[in-house]
């Protein structure tokens, strides 16, 4: 570790097929100061079939003591280490541990940067099918039914592509209230374990898909792309007001509601506002 100030550097792990594996990688492993790893077994296992000697101490570093190992890390850093963070697959912070490290790092003025690579959001994308000039990533939906319907709502009438990661024994019920939510007949695809031997995309839309997951035994990585809302005019603020007023019922924040569907739906807010509050004095 020489003196000066070092860096942290955030490093893409494939996904699946070890090929997929970047030159920058494989130096990195082998030259980094640290190597922050989610799964310090997974990391060696990699290492070893990409015929690389790890050089540097190896840390466990995951979601239940990220916010403890920060400080360690920065000291590194501070002394002009490299901190080589890598989670299991693909990118780190994305649905992944790093983001406490990367939000600490930049507040104290060290340097950040990345060395990208394989991504399942991005190459779910991609081989989707579904429009991707404009898209968003929402992570793991909620386990509870209520909440997921929930989520699902807000997302309703968004117009852009949708990426989601699910658990197998979950997929049946997401897709099931998918279809409920945002429509029978929306266009999607299930991108199940992406550049592995058994990898499987199944498009369809979403009522083809409750149909196509139900009783099937899905195992692996999964990825659900939902397209976006089809265009429509603008609906009129009255019909939105029970949906504002069910989700400040619900112990939402009134203001923040309004906001939220007032901005998907393209409405004004100060209109839907007051049409919640007269459907509510009725």
Known sequence: MGAGTGQVVLAATPIGDPEDASPRLRRLLATADVV???DTRRLHGLAQRLGV???GRVLSHHEHNETARTAELLEVV???GTVLVVSDAGMPTVSDP???LVRAAVEAGL???AAPGPSAVLTALAVSGLATDRF???????????DRRRVLGTLARDPRTTV???????????????AEVLGADRPAAVCRELTKTYEEV???TLGGLVAWAEGRDVRGEICVVVGGAPAQAAPDVADLAPEVLARADAGERLKDVVAEVAQAAGVPKRELYAAALTARAR
């Open 36 to 38: 922050a790893a989610e």
């Open 164 to 178: 989601f990661f699910e658990a197998p024994h979950r997929l049946a019920d997401t897709l099931g209230a998918m």
């Open 98 to 100: 790093g983001f406490t």
């Open 53 to 55: 000697a790890v050089g």
């Open 202 to 204: 199944v498009r369809d």
């Open 136 to 146: 968003c990533f929402e992570g793991f939906l909620p386990r509870r039914a209520g």
């Open 111 to 113: 340097p950040v940067t």
């Open 78 to 80: 501070r002394g002009g």
